[in-house]
C-alpha cells in the first residue's frame, strides 16, 4: 500500500473499511489531502474482502472544502488543474463497488460537502452544517455539486442550496433529504459503523450488484434500466453465497457468506 499522510485508512473485521480525513481543524482539501483521498479510494477498490466504507474525520469538523489559503498561491493555470484532480478524487469515492457511508460533523462546506454527496448515504450529527459555498466565492461547486445534489434531491430544492450558499443545520439536511440520518455527536461514529456492519452483514456480490444496478439505471430509460437490473441479477445467480443464503435459510441459522 502506498504511504497516506492526510488520510487514515482502518481495515475491520467485519469487511468494513473506514477512510478518516486527518488533517484538522477544517480538513481543508488541499492538494496532497486530494491526492492521498484518490489513492486511499484506489487501495479500496483494490480490496476484494471490502464491504462497506466509512468516509470520517478527525477532529471537529468533516471538511470545509477546497484550503482556499493553499488556492491563493494557485497560479490562473493550477487551478483548474487542482480542482481537475478534486474531481477525480470525489468521482473515485462514488465509483467504489460497495457501498460508502459519509459520517459528518461539524462543517462539510463546498468540495467537504461535494465528498459527502459522492458517498452512497450520509449520517449527520446533530451539530453539522452542510452546503454548497461556491456562489458566495463567485465561483461555481465544481467536484459534482450541481450534478449530485439534483439527482439527490431535485432541480428546485439544488438550486437553493446552491444559489444561496448557505450552510444548512442537519435537520434541515433531513427535511431536504441530504441527509439520511441525523444522529446524537457522541454517537456519530458509532451510529455510522453499526449501518456499515449492517450492510455488510449481506451478500457483498448482491450489494455490490445492487449498487451497479441503481446507480447505471439513473440515467437510463426505465426499459433499459429493467434490461441493467437483469443483467445484475443475474450475476448473482451462479454464486456460492446464493447456495450459502437458501442453505442458511433452511437451518435456520445466520449465512456465511465469502464474497463469491
Known amino acids: 500500500m502506498s504511504e497516506l499522510r492526510w488520510v487514515r485508512m482502518e481495515s475491520l473485521d467485519n469487511g468494513v473499511r473506514v477512510l478518516t480525513l486527518d488533517r484538522p481543524p477544517v480538513n481543508a482539501l488541499g492538494r496532497e489531502m486530494v491526492d492521498d483521498l484518490t489513492r486511499a479510494a484506489a487501495q ?31 497560479s490562473i493555470d493550477e487551478v483548474p488543474r487542482f480542482v481537475k484532480k478534486l474531481v477525480g478524487a470525489v468521482n473515485a469515492v462514488a465509483a467504489l463497488p460497495v457501498p460508502t457511508i459519509a459520517a459528518v460533523n ?22 453539522a452544517r452542510i452546503g ?36 444548512h443545520s442537519a435537520e434541515e439536511a433531513l427535511a431536504d433529504g441530504v441527509a439520511d440520518r441525523v444522529v446524537p455527536v457522541d454517537r456519530l461514529d458509532e451510529e455510522s459503523q453499526e449501518m456499515a456492519a449492517l450492510i455488510a452483514s449481506n451478500g457483498p456480490v448482491g450489494i455490490r450488484q445492487a449498487k ?20 445484475c441479477w443475474k450475476g448473482t445467480l ?20 465469502r464474497g463469491r
Open 212 to 231: 451497479l444496478a441503481i446507480d447505471g439505471g439513473l440515467e437510463l430509460s426505465l426499459d433499459r434500466a429493467l434490461d441493467l437490473e437483469w443483467e
Open 238 to 257: 451462479e454464486t456460492e453465497d446464493r447456495v450459502e443464503a437458501l442453505r442458511a435459510f433452511a437451518e435456520k441459522r445466520p449465512p456465511r457468506f
Open 44 to 74: 479500496v477498490a483494490g480490496d476484494d474482502a471490502a464491504r462497506c466504507v466509512v468516509v470520517r474525520s478527525a477532529g471537529k469538523n468533516f471538511s470545509a472544502g477546497a484550503d482556499l489559503k493553499e488556492r491563493k498561491e494557485m
Open 132 to 167: 454548497l459555498r461556491e456562489t458566495a466565492l463567485a465561483i461555481i461547486p465544481g467536484a459534482g455539486g450541481t450534478q449530485r445534489l439534483p439527482r439527490l434531491v431535485g432541480p428546485s430544492r439544488a438550486k437553493r442550496w446552491i444559489f444561496t450558499a448557505a450552510l
Open 106 to 127: 461539524g462543517v462539510a462546506a463546498g468540495g467537504g460537502c461535494e465528498l459527502a454527496l459522492g458517498c452512497d448515504l450520509r449520517i449527520l450529527s446533530s451539530d
